[in-house]
């Protein structure tokens, strides 16, 4: 009998499950970065105005 027994046997299946990035996760990011680059320029003229 191991030592290390699991007593939550429920959360190793999600444990699997989420092993490295879905296609969903990386259209999420890239969406993200894309929002962020594409407003940044706007940002920047607003503060020059401003400032």
Do not use: K
Request: charged fraction near 10%; include cysteine; glycine fraction near 8%.
């Amino acid at each position: 009998m191991s030592t290390r027994d699991n007593h939550f046997p429920e959360q190793q299946g999600c444990a699997a499950e989420q092993q490295g990035f879905t296609t969903e996760d990386i259209l999420w990011a890239l969406g993200i970065w894309s929002v962020i680059l594409g407003l940044s320029p706007v940002i920047v003229f607003y503060m020059l105005m401003v400032a």
